[in-house]
């Protein structure tokens, strides 16, 4: 079985932080690796520091992305999970999807995640409504997974070149799920894994902002992903636009995705990052052609890809 690598980056509310540490170390096997990236403002007041947690700290200035990057470079594990703060783990949260890493060509393992506020349970961002944003609890239904919801593979990650840098904190996650979207990922879920979340992710962008943003990923992936994501056209955009003027909120991110589909800035940075990925995973999947083939795992649910390279 592949050694687990959790990461845990702290932003700013230090109770949450201190649950899902407890959290962590109640449940882990002895072999996981615990690490805790911040931005100074940790403390290390139970002295987790060496023999039960690697401490990173990072410049005041990076954004999660950043601290996310530093981290998984440093980690030791076959597999990544992000463990956000404010999340509780149950105590066989991973068992059957570090089996999937095991046995199969997975790429990333969707964690149901659970908010205190709702009832409901969420898998990732749904594949048919990309490029927009929107959750679904439904597992055959997943581009990919959202953050506090994350395994992946740490050599999918390399080749991946890490969590973008380059755009908004909030959507890091989602830019993501398009990145496994257009690059044909094994993306799969084990379900009634649970990780439970008492907080939820705070959000930086105004509506505005968040649709302009997806807008502009909208932009860049449609045109750099050979027909995998598409934009509807300008004409449904402003129907859509019109339909929710009556909700400002709806309306300032509707206003900002038909503006931020106009906007060619990322088409050239996001088709660098989609390009260097390509070639990173074919030279991996080049190094695994010899592998032998592996059965599947009767609990795993994923994508109908090739499944013939065990885990590396």
Known sequence: MPRLSLIVPFQCDSQALENTLVSVLEVRAADDELIIVHRGE?????????????????????????????????????????????????????DDALVAFEELDVDMVALGVKASSSHDLQYGFESDAMPQRRLTGQPSRIAGPMLS??????????????????????????????????????????????????????????????????????????????????????????????????????????????????????VEPIGKRIELARKALAERQSSWEDRPAVLSNPGFQGSSQDKSRKAA
């Open 149 to 266: 919801g994350t395994m992946i593979r740490r050599s999918t990650l390399e080749c991946l070149g890490g969590w973008n840098s380059r755009i908004p904190s909030d959507l890091i996650d989602f830019e993501m799920s398009l990145m496994a979207k257009v690059l044909g990922l094994h993306v799969g879920v084990v379900e009634g894994a649970l990780v439970h979340s008492q907080e939820a992710r705070p959000m930086v962008l105004s509506h505005y902002e968040q649709g302009r943003s997806i807008g502009q990923l909208a932009c860049a992936f449609s045109e750099k992903s050979d027909s995998a994501i598409t934009v509807e056209p300008l004409v449904k955009r402003l129907g859509h636009l019109a339909s929710g003027l009556v909700n400002p909120k709806l309306a300032a991110e509707r206003l900002g995705w038909v503006l931020g589909v106009r906007d060619r800035s990322w």
């Open 42 to 94: 940790y403390q290390d007041p139970y002295g987790l520091g060496g023999n039960e947690a690697t401490v990173i700290e990072t410049a005041a200035s990076c954004s999660i992305a950043e601290q996310l990057n530093t981290a998984y470079r440093r980690a030791s594990g076959d597999v990544i999970q992000v463990v956000v703060p404010g999340t509780v783990l149950e105590s066989d949260w991973c």
